[in-house]
């Protein structure tokens, strides 16, 4: 083989194996996937392997990271307080549990994103599984998070969905055009979903919701139907027609939005997640719809509007 034949086989070869490295494979369980598809939160026995010795600062995204395992969940897993320097009293608690192997009682924003899946496969389990021992053990390799925490050790967390000070959000235009693009694929079986996803990122982003319809409230909170806006005061851009928004139950942004009428809109700070209802969906169409591009919702973690306000036409 001649130098040149050479360099193109090695180039195909490359670019043949480079998705692989660059695609986070998640495998559910059904009963999970219909357990939770209308759920906004989950609470869980949550063992504490490795946490941040303090907050992020306000700059980083103010979170506090939490890595660890539970039960209810299966899959390797990191928890995090968001605004966490305002509340101390919690932090201490994760740090009186951390590397114990006793677990807290914990509930928050469940959460599956491809942001730090690493070169893993991430197969959900019946137990807690083994801790981490790799490098990094505040950020294991995971796809599930529990984020932002509700409820720490009977402590009430929910105050803390507000804007980061000092934060530099994700601007809409950017987030939301690598959302809608972002490849996906879903390989059913009998019992278990196999979910193909590419990395994205691009937590914290600030947008302009526009309500479109309301669909039933749930125990933990309400979803919404909600068209999609740039955040920017002179020139309000429509980036997406139709998306699911979550509020949780308690908190600013869902007190807030309880006063929305259709047609109205609010100033938001959301994190996004896969929706599992639209998983559920496309299983049983099946199809090419097993292979559209990434099923996601948005959960709102903090308002700016004091009231309503208008955007778009």
Not at 29 to 48: D, G, P
Not at 67 to 81: D, F, H, M, N, S
Not at 149 to 156: E, P, R, T
Request: negative net charge; glycine residues 8%.
């Amino acid at each position: 083989m001649n130098k040149l034949s050479g360099l193109v086989c090695a180039t195909l070869f490359v670019f043949s194996i480079a998705p692989s490295y660059a695609d986070d494979i998640l495998e559910l369980n059904r009963s999970f996937i219909e357990k939770y598809k209308n759920r906004l939160t989950i609470s869980a026995q949550y063992i504490v392997d490795a946490a941040h010795k303090r907050p992020n600062p306000g700059s980083k995204d103010g979170d506090m990271h939490v890595a660890g395992r539970a039960p209810e969940i299966g899959l390797a897993t990191v928890a995090e307080i968001q605004n966490a320097k305002s509340v101390p009293a919690a932090v201490d608690a994760i740090h009186a549990v951390e590397g114990t192997g006793q677990s807290i009682a914990l509930s928050g924003v469940w959460r599956i994103w491809p942001e730090h899946g690493g070169d893993n496969s991430h197969i959900q389990q019946s137990g807690a599984g083994a801790p981490y021992e790799g490098p990094a053990p505040t950020n294991p390799p995971h796809v599930f998070e529990v984020h932002p925490i509700l409820n720490l050790g009977g402590q009430d967390l929910r105050d803390t969905l507000q804007p980061i000070a000092g934060y530099e959000e994700k601007e809409a235009e950017d987030a939301f055009s690598r959302y809608e693009r972002s490849t996906f694929e879903i390989t059913p079986s009998e019992d278990r979903v196999r979910l193909r996803m590419r990395m994205v990122g691009f937590n914290y982003v600030k947008f302009m919701l526009k309500l479109r319809k309301r669909f039933h409230r749930e125990e933990d909170g309400e979803f919404v139907s909600a068209a999609i806006y740039s955040a920017k005061e002179d020139e309000q851009e429509l980036l997406v027609h139709d998306r699911r928004v979550g509020f949780v139950a308690g908190t600013a942004p869902d007190e807030k939005q309880k006063s929305l009428q259709v047609g109205d809109c609010m100033l938001v700070l959301g994190i996004p997640r896969v929706d599992l209802a639209l998983v559920s969906w496309r299983i049983r169409h099946g199809g090419d719809a097993l292979r559209w591009s990434m099923p996601y919702e948005i959960i709102a973690v903090g308002v700016y509007d004091d009231a309503p306000s208008q955007c778009g036409d």
